[in-house]
């Protein structure tokens, strides 16, 4: 374990948070140092597989926000493509775009002919000539791998070139994407792809309706087998603070009732009577 890249890591951490205006506490310190471990492990000499890490907690920790300037931190040191970030919602939504593109570039692909293995429809066709036997078995060359399915296909070309792969507010509440997830860690792992993941929720909680929970287990079991699984627990939701200098879903605040003193102290005032729409539902 190297001391510099370590520190160089905790301190680019801490020099975001410190752009922000505020301060890690002692249980995002600690995780920081365990994050830090990671991208030693990942950035140094690689003699054994490498574990990732499952960071769950409540939400408000600032789990999303302390993972991600982490990767922000690493992605920079390591060669384009190696580190990938990607939420939960636009995974599922990627994989089953690119299901879709390989299932209808099959469909789009040469077909055989009547008689030659394809559909007959009930029509009769003429008898074809008897194949001439090949050569000996032991002189045949082996015969090719088989393509993988459309599924494991799409998989594959969200994960090439990946070393890491960040899946940010991880959840599952479909029995689809229970298995999608399964399929994806299973190959990711595989393949030696490192997996760091944060989550409002354990591992053993996902998917939590009764009836369906056995369909995520495998996927639970890759997550245990493969990943540090750390709580980020704490007393303070960042969230109740307001979100002065702060981006995405930490950015604003909520006004109530949203008087004209609590405006005035963030430096707002209420929009102009002819300013204002009504947004009508049906």
Known sequence: MT??????????VEAAASREGFALDADQSALLDRLARLGDELTGSRRRPVRGLYV??????????????FF??????????????????????????AIHAQRVSALAGPRPAVGQGGPTHGRRTRPTAPTPPGPPEESREESPEP???????AIDDILR????????????????????????LRRAFASGVVVLATSNDEPGTLLPNPLW????????ALLRAHLDVVEL?????????GGRGRGGFAAGAWFRPGTTAQLADRGLVAPAHGSRDTAAGS
């Open 3 to 12: 001391r510099s890249r370590l520190d160089r890591t905790r301190r680019a």
């Open 56 to 69: 769950w907690g409540p939400a408000g920790r600032g789990k999303s926000w302390l993972a991600g300037a």
């Open 72 to 97: 922000a931190a690493l992605a920079a040191g390591l060669p384009a493509g190696a580190a990938e970030r990607v939420h939960v919602y636009d995974l599922f939504r990627a994989l089953h775009a």
């Open 147 to 153: 393509r993988p399915g459309a599924v494991d296909a």
């Open 161 to 184: 070139g990946t070393t890491l792969l960040y899946l940010d507010e991880l959840h599952l509440h479909d029995t689809g994407d229970a298995t999608l997830l399964t399929r994806l």
């Open 213 to 220: 929970h056995h369909v995520a287990e495998p996927g639970i």
């Open 233 to 241: 627990a704490g007393p303070t939701d960042y969230r109740t603070l």
